[in-house]
């Protein structure tokens, strides 16, 4: 069933702060998902691994002793065709803003991509990321 309001949106990721980085990457490719993309940013390596029907877990390894956010899902992701409108229909709906839509370069070890970005909080405080991959 197709939305009406923002279109093509279907579930892309859900992001995952690791205590042990390596550890749960090497875990999470034993039950046979693929890392896609891996890179790093000031706070430690990330990694975007396929679950195998295009869904993803985005691994961050900056968990750290920090017990409050180790093992913890931090944002959902939507995969959507425009990004500024998901942000836009998000607000309308009574989303509070977070990250307005930016399309970030992403250096990977395997390939580079650049996506298009923006984060709201839902009314329980969730995170949702809107999220496309243009290149």
């Not at 034993?30 to 430690?44: D, F, P």
């Not at 017990?67 to 500024?84: C, I, P, R, T, Y």
């Not at 839509?101 to 991509?113: F, G, N, Q, T, V």
Request: proline share 2%; aromatic share 10%; with cysteine.
């Amino acid at each position: 069933m197709a939305n009406d309001i923002i279109s093509g949106m279907g579930f892309h990721h859900i992001g995952l702060k690791a205590r042990d980085f390596e550890k749960s990457l090497q875990f999470y490719q034993a039950l046979g998902m693929k890392c896609v993309a891996r890179w790093k940013n000031a706070a430690g390596s990330i990694a975007m691994l396929d679950l195998g029907d295009g869904g993803r877990i985005e691994l961050f390894g900056d968990g750290g002793d920090d017990f409050s956010v180790n093992g913890k899902w931090v944002h959902f992701a939507l995969g959507v065709s425009d990004v500024a409108a998901a942000y836009e229909a998000a607000l309308a709906a009574g989303a509070e803003p977070q990250s307005a839509p930016r399309d970030l370069d992403l250096k990977a070890e395997s390939a580079d991509m650049t996506i298009r970005i923006a984060f709201v909080k839902g009314p329980d405080g969730e995170v949702i990321e809107f999220f496309k991959q243009v290149k």
